[in-house]
């Protein structure tokens, strides 16, 4: 079973997409300005098991499993990998949030959920207040300047998008090992309750899961990419304000300037800095991003923010 946050309501909501109904399994809690919180890959929306509870004493927290991963909807990826576009996920979640009565919103996205945030507050500027992202640069940035380090500590990036069924077969023959490897690399998976491994573990084992998991990749080293840029080329960027926290042992700061590289994909302020972790910050460091969260949100509260839309 799912597990259930203290406080929280369950509920599952279905969206319209080109892909048809999709499913999305969410808990809601709290009240005050709603804030939406993106989880990330092999993981699903139980990351924020200490930090969403914190953060309903202060906003509405809307915590979903994407589309593919945990209880949502895991349509059968196409063969231009659309299903699982970035563009195609964010969707999902601005349905979401406006079946919820949230037109306007703030978003905090860590690893695959930034990626998605990231394609949600581009494609729906209106509705994205603020915008928090958690251990990643630009996909793009990240494919355009992949040197031997990064292939070799982010290899996965390279296997997962190997044609189907090849990287889910190979990970079907022995889910926990693989990760174990996958997920143990720097803090090693005490980090990680019982109960939350188990939910993991269980969504690697799904093969429509797994599946659904590698063509996220696959989409990310293909269709994303050319949604990436073409709005670049057609100059357009991030109009809200963007915070970007990294783990200072991770491959993220080892091998990009995630600053200057979001910065090169924002019109507006990017602040941030580097923590004293690895890669999954909610659950090594919950407490520090509950308070970078609560300082920077609490920054859009009490107004409207004007968003700019380029139209060139």
Not at 125 to 130: A, T, W
Request: glycine share 8%; net charge neutral.
């Amino acid at each position: 079973m799912p597990i259930q946050f203290l406080g929280f309501e369950q509920k599952r909501i279905t969206v319209p997409s080109a892909d048809g109904p999709i499913e999305i399994a969410c808990q809601i809690g709290g009240s005050g300005p709603a804030l939406l919180l993106l989880h990330g890959f092999p993981q699903t929306k139980a990351i924020w098991h200490k930090v969403g509870p914190a953060l309903a004493k202060n906003y509405t927290v809307v915590i979903p499993d994407l589309r593919g991963y945990g209880a949502s909807s895991k349509p059968n990826g196409k063969d231009d990998h659309s299903t699982y576009s970035k563009r195609s996920m964010a969707a999902d979640q601005h349905a979401l949030m406006k079946e919820l009565g949230h037109e306007q919103f703030f978003l905090l996205g860590h690893d695959r959920g930034g990626r998605v945030s990231h394609r949600l507050a581009m494609d729906f500027p209106q509705s994205v207040k603020r915008l928090m992202v958690l251990d990643i640069s630009p996909t793009l940035a990240m494919y355009e300047n992949t040197t031997m380090q990064f292939a070799r500590g982010y290899w996965h990036w390279f296997f997962l998008i190997q044609p189907t069924p090849i990287p889910e077969a190979m990970i079907a023959a022995n889910p926990e090992f693989w990760l174990k490897k996958h997920m143990g690399r720097h803090a090693g998976t005490g980090i990680f309750s019982a109960d939350r491994w188990t939910e993991y573990l269980s969504a690697v084992s799904d093969p429509q899961c797994m599946h659904a998991m590698c063509e996220d990749y696959r989409a990310a080293a293909s269709i994303d990419l050319v949604h990436d840029r073409e709005d670049r080329a057609e100059g357009k960027k991030l109009v809200m304000p963007l915070r970007v926290l990294w783990g200072e042992h991770g491959l993220v700061e080892k091998c990009f300037k995630p600053i200057d590289d979001w910065s090169n994909a924002s019109k507006s302020e990017v602040t941030g800095k580097a923590l004293a972790c690895g890669h999954y910050i909610p659950e090594e460091l919950p407490d520090t991003l509950i308070e970078e969260a609560r300082t920077f949100f609490s920054q859009g509260v009490g107004g409207e923010v004007a968003v700019k839309i380029n139209k060139t």
